[in-house]
């Protein structure tokens, strides 16, 4: 008996040893692909970007030619909104790399929440007028709204949601930005009374590389990277992001960030 145990306890130690040095070697491969994640991101950070500036800056001087024929000028107007739509996918995907990667920080500072959101709303409002669509602004709080946040970060999260209210929205309609205070955080609300989302579809909706819909109420489209850059960039904040939506009725995306202390 004495014999058998020990027999079964050099059994065991050898299955650990072998495991271990399984395991050893997964991780190895883990942090090589990592470093190959790594690489990768040093790369596109330059040489996939690089090409599409280039387009953006020459069909923007060929724009302001007055010699274009008008057939001339929505030819290089559709080639330089094509670069940018690329150009945009490339900056989102590098986004979500860095975020995976643990490469990503933020730098949080104290910002009035208003002038957040009506910095993001001045810089988008003309795709809005282009529809007719009013944006109201509504502090559901007694006072000032301090938050803590990454501007660069934040102002593409506002950028992202109120874009997206603005392309699923008819023309003629109205967006809503309520906020107000929740314990230790701000609560903000970006609701429209758009095109809404099928019920069987939001529980993907934050899914990389997954789009809903295709295009707006208008045609526009997007990368299908930007709700998922959006919680990511709330994460980081220590945030969450949720969403209320019913077909043809219109969104309501929903998200916190830290008050100030």
């Known amino acids: 008996a004495f014999n058998k145990m020990s027999q079964d306890l050099k059994n065991a130690f050898e299955k650990i040893e072998v495991q271990y040095a399984e395991l050893e070697k997964a991780n190895f491969e883990l942090q090589r692909l990592n470093q190959l994640k790594n690489d990768f991101l040093s790369l596109a950070s330059h040489d996939l970007r690089a090409p599409f500036n280039a387009i953006l800056g020459y069909s923007d001087l060929l724009l302001n030619d007055e010699k274009l024929s008008e057939t001339q000028r929505e030819y290089i107007q559709i080639i330089e909104n094509s670069a940018q739509i690329q150009l945009d996918y490339i900056n989102s995907l590098l986004d979500i790399l860095k975020y995976e990667s643990g490469q990503m920080s933020v730098n949080k500072q104290g910002y009035n929440l208003h002038d957040l959101i009506n910095s993001s709303v001045k810089s988008i409002e003309i795709n809005a007028i282009n529809k007719g669509i009013t944006i109201n602004v509504i502090n559901k709080s007694q006072d000032n709204v301090c938050v803590l946040a990454d501007y660069h970060k934040i102002i593409q999260v506002f950028n992202n949601l109120i874009s997206n209210a603005i392309k699923f929205s008819h023309s003629g ?76 009725k219109g969104s309501d995306f929903y998200f916190t960030l830290p008050l100030c202390e």
């Open 173 to 248: 309609g109205n967006i809503a930005i309520e906020y107000f205070k929740k314990r230790k955080f701000a609560e903000i609300h970006i609701i429209d009374r758009g095109l809404g989302i099928p019920e069987d579809r939001l529980n993907t909706l934050f899914t990389r590389y997954v789009q809903v819909r295709s295009s707006g109420t208008k045609g526009e489209r997007g990368t299908g990277l930007g709700l998922t850059i959006c919680k990511n960039f709330i994460e980081l904040h220590g945030g969450t992001i949720q969403v209320k939506s019913e077909k043809d």
